[in-house]
């Protein structure tokens, strides 16, 4: 078992940075990948950026070069460093957790407002 634990959401004018830590506690070695994933009112959630355990890096095309993964498999942690923000990055984020065997653990999730 795996829980994961949001911070860092609220809000930025556009053009600005916030940045998202998640922290996981249980079961943190049986963790391969992590990332971040956000879902809008009504919308699939979807995948902003993904860590491997190796170090290997996916990121959506919207958010290609503003913003940046990070983790840290020894704490069990991954930020995500968001530059540029655009009000259109406005939404719930979700911190994820894949572990072995493929299990899919959530955080609670965190807002992110985008807003002059």
């Known amino acids: 078992q795996v829980q994961l634990v949001e911070s860092g959401g609220g809000l930025a004018q556009p053009g600005g940075s916030l940045r998202l830590s998640c922290a996981a506690s249980g079961s943190i070695f049986s963790i391969n990948a992590m990332g971040w994933y956000r879902q809008g009112a009504g919308k699939r959630r979807e995948l902003v950026a993904a860590?491997?355990?190796?170090?290997?890096?996916n990121y959506a095309d919207s958010v290609k070069g503003r913003f940046t993964i990070s983790r840290d498999n020894a704490k069990g942690t991954v930020a995500l460093q968001m530059n540029s923000l655009k009000p259109g990055d406005t939404t719930v984020y979700y911190c994820n957790a894949i572990v072995t065997g493929g299990d899919y653990y959530w955080g609670k999730g965190t807002l992110v407002t985008v807003s002059s």
């Open positions: 860590i491997t355990k190796g170090g290997s890096i």
